[in-house]
Each structure stands twice: as structure tokens, then as C-alpha cells.
């Protein structure tokens, strides 16, 4: 298997009828930056900027921040890097920031926290843009959003970050370019609201581990209720197979940055649904380039015709391990 693999490595990520797919990585530390370099990766889908806040005893400055990100940008100048601006709390405790809360995955999260705290955003905001001088390969997410008005407060301030950096640089002779900014699809009030988001953000991600974990009111980390805690939930598919066809008349870009893009059964779904671009831990990233090339787009569309039909995940499994058996 490790031959095929290999010789897969500069042939793209294409199904037999065709079909193309970009392929991008999760990335958290900037060893995973690597896999990037490599042919087989389009770019990072999702760099996910809380992990280098967590590893450290207090909040990066905004030069130590820039020095970072700029390392990352400047790691291949053609390839995009996608940062999501700082998404701790539920699970992802700061321990120089210590908050206490009945239910974190209900509570400060992400966006939320962020702009309680403007001067945090700012300063991140401010350090991608730094990072980005000459350079035009940054995307910026948001995380955790549930209203449009975050959405409008989120680019007021990444405005204002952008004339202050973009002053600095003149006085440099330096240009400074409006990266894109995208929103993460991960609560589930947004799927209900892509027309509005749409006409305010230039791409949507979506974050299948929350949007499954919201969806299905499963803690995604309890161990007791983990059995419920499944992205082929029926309920789970419809709304994915609704974010794309809606996205898709918007005419809105669309990655998929969950884990359920890294497994073979899941990217075959989303693929038929029509997702072209996923992002997914570099470990990942040959496997499901081997199961693109070995998928023919109308067989796996027949295949979610039936799994859309289907009652119970285990159904779902069952019925996809058939369809990958038969791939070999
Ligand atoms: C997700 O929620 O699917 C996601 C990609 O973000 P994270 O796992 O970092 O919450
Ligand atoms: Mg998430």
C-alpha cells in the first residue's frame, strides 16, 4: 500500500471521471507545516492559531505573534494559509486565562470571547497583516459565529487593523493587500442563514466536529454519549448536503475542515454532495488522494442517493464500507 501511496505523490488528487479536488491540511504546530510543502497539499485549510497561545505561559506579543505567522506564510508564498483567528474556550482552556462555566461548549467560545476582548482580536489581526506584507497568500476565519452582527463587528475590526498596518507600511513603501475572510459553519443557526452571511464574508469552512456535536446536542469529548456523537447521523448529512447546494447558488466557496473530511467514507459523501475543496490532518492527506483516484463521481453519487435514505448511522457505515471494499 505504501508504494501506491507513493506513486500516487505527483499525480493529482482527481476522481477516474475527472473530477478535481483540492486538498489542504489542518494545521495546529508549525512541524505540521511540512506536509505542505509536499505536492500532494493545495495549501492550509484551517491553521488553528490557539495552539501556539496554548503552548505558552502567557499571551503571545504581537510581534512574537507576527514573527510566527509570517514563518508560516512565507513557508510557500503560492500556497494559501487560512488562519482562524483565536478560538479558545469549550475545550480549549488558556492557562494564563483561566474561565469558569457551567457548559464552555455553550459558553465563550471563540468569536465570542474574542470581541468581549477587542484589543486581543486586534492585536492578532494586526500580526497576520504585518505577516502578510508582500506577501498575498492570507485567509482569515472566524470561529464560532452565530449572528451576522459578529460577522460586521469582526470586519470592523479587522478594517480598522488593516488601515493601521497598512499606514505603518506605506511610510515603508510597502503594500499592504485586504486578505479574504471566510466564516466557520460550525453552529448550526448559521445554516439558516447563509444568504445574509454570504453577501458579508468571501468563503465559508465548515467545522463538521462542532456542527456535529451542536446538531446532535452531544459534548463531543463524553465518553458517556460518544456512541450518539456521529457526523452520519441522517440529520448530520442533510445539513451538509443543504450548506453546499445552498452555497453553491450563492456562489460561495466552501471547504469542509472537520474530521469527517480526513475519512475515506466521508470525503466520498462530500464529494458526492459536490464538496471540492477539504481540509484534513496531513496524516490523512495521501489516503483520501488514493480514494479520489479510485472513485468514479457517479458511482459515489448512487451511493448517497441510498445513505440519504437510511435511518441509523451504523446503516450508513455499513453501506459506505461496502462501497470502499469494492474500490479495494
Ligand atoms: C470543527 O469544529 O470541525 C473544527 C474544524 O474546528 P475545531 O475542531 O478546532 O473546533
Ligand atoms: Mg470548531
Given at each position: 500500500l505504501m508504494g501506491r501511496l507513493q506513486q500516487q505523490?505527483?499525480?493529482?488528487?482527481?476522481?477516474?471521471d475527472g473530477h478535481r479536488v483540492e486538498l489542504l491540511i489542518n494545521a495546529?504546530?508549525?512541524?505540521?507545516?511540512?506536509?505542505?510543502?509536499?505536492?500532494?497539499?493545495?495549501?492550509?485549510?484551517?491553521?488553528?492559531?490557539e495552539v501556539p497561545f496554548m503552548m505558552r505561559e502567557r499571551f503571545p506579543s504581537e510581534q512574537e505573534q507576527c514573527q510566527l505567522y509570517r514563518a508560516m506564510l512565507q513557508t510557500n508564498p503560492n500556497k494559501i494559509i487560512t488562519m482562524r483567528t483565536l478560538d479558545v474556550g469549550g475545550d480549549k482552556p488558556l492557562p494564563y486565562f483561566p474561565v469558569v462555566e457551567e457548559n464552555p461548549f455553550l459558553g465563550w467560545r471563540g468569536i465570542r470571547m474574542t470581541l468581549d476582548h477587542p484589543e486581543i482580536f486586534l492585536v492578532q489581526v494586526r500580526a497576520m497583516l504585518r505577516a502578510s506584507l508582500g506577501l498575498d497568500n492570507l485567509k482569515i476565519m472566524l470561529p464560532?459565529?452565530?449572528?451576522v452582527n459578529e460577522v460586521n463587528e469582526s470586519r470592523r475590526l479587522i478594517r480598522q487593523a488593516f488601515y493601521e498596518v497598512a499606514e505603518e507600511a506605506q511610510l515603508d513603501g510597502q503594500k499592504l493587500v485586504m486578505p479574504e475572510v471566510g466564516v466557520m459553519l460550525?453552529?448550526?443557526?448559521?445554516i439558516y442563514q447563509l444568504p445574509q452571511l454570504a453577501a458579508k464574508v468571501d468563503f465559508f469552512s465548515i467545522g463538521s466536529n462542532d456542527l456535529t456535536q451542536y446538531l446532535l446536542a452531544v459534548?463531543?469529548?463524553?465518553a458517556r454519549v460518544s456512541a450518539l456523537y456521529?457526523?452520519?447521523h441522517p440529520a448530520v448529512l442533510k445539513a451538509l448536503k443543504f450548506i453546499i447546494d445552498e452555497s453553491q447558488s450563492l456562489n460561495k466557496p466552501v471547504t469542509l475542515c472537520g474530521e469527517l473530511a480526513g475519512e475515506p467514507g466521508g470525503a466520498i459523501l462530500l464529494l458526492a454532495m459536490g464538496y471540492r475543496k477539504l481540509s484534513m490532518n496531513s496524516f490523512n492527506l495521501s489516503k483520501i488522494k488514493w480514494v479520489i483516484r479510485s472513485l468514479s463521481m457517479d458511482d459515489a453519487r448512487l451511493l448517497l442517493d441510498e445513505v440519504l435514505e437510511l435511518e441509523h448511522p451504523h446503516q450508513v457505515r455499513d453501506r459506505i464500507n461496502r462501497h470502499l471494499e469494492a474500490l479495494g
Open positions: 505523490a505527483d499525480l493529482p488528487a482527481e476522481t477516474k495546529g504546530l508549525s512541524a505540521e507545516l511540512e506536509a505542505m510543502n509536499s505536492d500532494v497539499s493545495d495549501g492550509v485549510g484551517l491553521y488553528r492559531t464560532m459565529i452565530t449572528t460550525e453552529v448550526p443557526a448559521v459534548d463531543r469529548n463524553n456521529d457526523s452520519y
